[in-house]
């Protein structure tokens, strides 16, 4: 049977009382879909992106990561697109993608930043979590890209590294090594497992250990571990100290397709759905101008990093999606489930609210 799990809404529930629910949900097929209360109470919004009020000003809480595509979000808050749409938008940062979804599920913030992977995994575990804009990824055709040398892509966001003695050529050989990762159980330790795996190595040998981005570059340099999984600017000093990279696990894992999302809890969702839309249509504007200005992208994303901008002056900015790639959803979703990091069969067309299909 598969778990229409957005019809546990999280009204006054506890998660195990919601995955109680959850579990007796179901649809008789992949393709069957049923309106769930958070998609029937955001389908009766009635504001358009295209005649944006700032009439009322609502305070929201945004949890992001300090990354280089969490630039986008404190550059769409300063050029005006949140108080355009009437929101007065106070970004706070988190370590990383389990802080993001624990943030935003303990009330503390009201949309999160987090990762597709990471969101799976919350659903999968009887979290009521709603996807209500869309956000980065690997563009369209990028491993196709990479593999022909061309140029600006022959980089990406995420990447292993080691150290230049160590002997390790290729992921094939971490076999029984020490990796650092920030989501245990989430894309970062998804992705490295399978790129260990399709190099002829064992994922199964490896020790996993969880840091967060700066820490995991850190503890590579100090000897600590064989091998850090990292993202820029937390992977730039090892670089620049002769740490070489033998991977880019997101992009030879998923090709393309949106790897984040803005999420939110369908109870918050149900309680203020007005503020939902406007926040869905401040993040459209916030990923177009992403993907139209990566400089900035850099620069902000150095300002809240407190590092030199020059440090990201080359640092790959990822793509921006201006609504949800519900195609890639499937495919991450699909080599999540067979890799065995989440059970439960769930509903995509159900975890995300309407306006984030349309531009």
Known sequence: MKKSVRIVTGLGLSVAAAAALAGCSSSSSGTEETQTEVQAVMSGVNYSCDAPKADTMTDITIAAVPIVSNGALYAGVDRGFFAKHGLNAKLSSVNGLPASIAAVQGGSVNFAFTGTIATFQAIDQGIPLTIVAPFAGIAPKYWEKMQAGEEGYTREVTAILVSPTSGIEDPGDLNGKTVAIADPKGQGELTVRHVINANGGDADTVKFTTMSYADAA???????????????????PAEKAGYKIISWPAVETFHEGPTSAMVASSDYVLKNPEVVARFNCAIQET?????????????????????????LAKAVVPYYYSKVDMAGLERFYKIEKEEGFISSDIDLNAVVVPQALNE
């Open 218 to 236: 850190n503890a590579l340099m100090a000897g600590q571990v064989d091998a850090a999984y990292s993202t820029e600017p937390a992977m730039t």
């Open 287 to 311: 990923t177009a101008f992403g993907r139209e200005n990566p400089d900035v992208v850099r620069a902000t994303a150095a300002r809240e990093q407190k590092v030199d901008p020059a440090t």
